[in-house]
T-cell receptor, first 112, second 114 residues
Framework: GAGVSQSPSNKVTEKGKDVELRCDPISGHTALYWYRQSLGQGLEFLIYFQGNSAPDKSGLPSDRFSAERTGGSVSTLTIQRTQQEDSAVYLC??????????FGEGSWLTVV | AQSVTQLGSHVSVSEGALVLLRCNYSSSVPPYLFWYVQYPNQGLQLLLKYTTGATLVKGINGFEAEFKKSETSFHLTKPSAHMSDAAEYFCAVTSGGSQGNLIFGKGTKLSVKP
């Protein structure tokens, strides 16, 4: 597609359930990023994939969070045993180098 | 380590007035600097970026920013605010190269009064 595509756009889940958020990067982009945007917290880096290199997971807040990128394209962010503090907008982005990073519109997660 | 500080979480200007959104960064290596805009319920859109070369960079929608190394600043300006500029603006820094990830400031919400 023309831009970064994320699904679902909105997700309401019960505390303790697992959720999966999907990201389709711009075709051909080798780098893929996940960020979290919480009210009043700004944008928080979560994880970064670059080609076939080992991902930079330094931003993942706990071991309940994981992400994978299959075939160097689509990525899934998984949150296990969701907590209320996980409620946020999860933004995916991709780039081809040159440091221009293009963002999707985000997945709005609400944990009730 | 890199960091970004945006002074003022909220800025309010009148339509037609100058817009000035402040950003200071900290970086031990030459930085690449960015401004992104986020309209309500939308993702982030790149306004402009500085990598190397000319320190005054022009972006979309009439915005520009100047990289001042001596002041470690990258303030965003627009001569005349428009109602459609109301949004949240994020300054970001990365260390450059194809493996950098962006470090964002906490954002500045711009309101434009008629």
């Amino acid at each position: 597609g023309a831009g970064v595509s994320q699904s679902p756009s909105n997700k309401v889940t019960e505390k303790g359930k697992d959720v999966e958020l999907r990201c389709d990067p711009i075709s051909g982009h080798t780098a893929l990023y996940w960020y979290r945007q919480s009210l009043g917290q700004g944008l928080e880096f979560l994880i970064y994939f670059q080609g076939n290199s080992a991902p930079d997971k330094s931003g993942l807040p706990s071991d309940r969070f994981s992400a994978e990128r299959t075939g160097g394209s689509v990525s899934t962010l998984t949150i296990q045993r969701t907590q209320q503090e996980d409620s946020a907008v999860y933004l995916c982005a991709s780039s081809l180098g040159g440091n221009t990073i293009y963002f999707g519109e985000g997945s709005w997660l609400t944990v009730v | 380590a890199q960091s970004v500080t945006q002074l003022g979480s909220h800025v309010s200007v009148s339509e037609g007035a100058l817009v000035l959104l402040r950003c200071n960064y900290s970086s031990s290596v030459p930085p690449y600097l960015f401004w992104y805009v986020q309209y309500p319920n939308q993702g982030l859109q790149l306004l402009l970026k500085y990598t190397t070369g000319a320190t005054l960079v022009k972006g979309i929608n009439g915005f520009e920013a100047e990289f001042k190394k001596s002041e470690t600043s990258f303030h965003l300006t627009k001569p005349s605010a428009h109602m459609s500029d109301a949004a949240e603006y994020f300054c970001a820094v990365t260390s450059g190269g194809s493996q950098g990830n962006l470090i964002f400031g906490k954002g500045t919400k711009l309101s434009v009064k008629p």
